[in-house]
């Protein structure tokens, strides 16, 4: 367990090696990256249930599954950072034959990984696959996903959501990263999808919503109340409001940095925002 101020100067830390990974190679997705930091942060550092080690089998834990993979950045470097691998392998992003691909890869064995994602669509049903396992296995440690707005766009998502439900699988948190953009404009403008909450409770899920998803407090008060729901009969849905490129003025408001990396000048304005609090790699 840490403190909001170790939380926060670990959140600060992950943004600069999202940063510094993505320019390093010109390419990757800074954007979705930055705004889920937050998130990822609280979730490894304060409410999973993680046990020493790494295996496949996830067996006495709880388990994270990321859906939108594409926000690999975030999720190597909380990795690297929370003891997963070296965080001077972070050095490594998106170069030929490493271990740290532009979306996340099962085939190198890369500890923390369980799934290759970044085909959209396809986490939240492997999620539910493995909640409904632990519950026949009768451990009752919890599964948790994160998906994009933009991703709910394909159709899988909603099998996936109807089955869950349909089966009781009350040990699944799935949180959806709300900031209402996708690579080619607002969520709106490229497929309006209403209300993604009264959408969840159609398909029966209980959902709760995070109003402020770049606050590390919130999130942590918004999470536990989210495990306090699990094991009522239905999953449960976290809607996260978040916004694309927090923490970096020029990135934030707007979708143009989802997957677009800062040249040189760039890059040191955004560091000059997020002053070194753990240490580069």
Known sequence: MSDIKQLQDFTTQVRRDILRMVHAVNSGHPGGSLGCTEFLVALYQNILTRKEGF????????LFFLSNGHISPVFYSVLARSGYFPVAELATFRKLNTRLQGHPTTHEGLPGIRIASGSLGQGLSVAIGAAQAKKLNNDNH????????GELQEGQNWEAIMYAAAKKIDTLIATVDLNGKQIDGSTDEVLNMGSVRAKFEAFGWDVLEIAEGNNIEAILVGMSEAKARTGQGKPVCVLLHTEMGNGVDYMMHTHAWHGKAPNDEQLAKALEQNPETLGDY
């Open 55 to 62: 295996d496949m089998d996830g067996i006495g834990e709880d």
């Open 142 to 149: 919890l599964v948790y996903a994160l998906t994009g707005d």
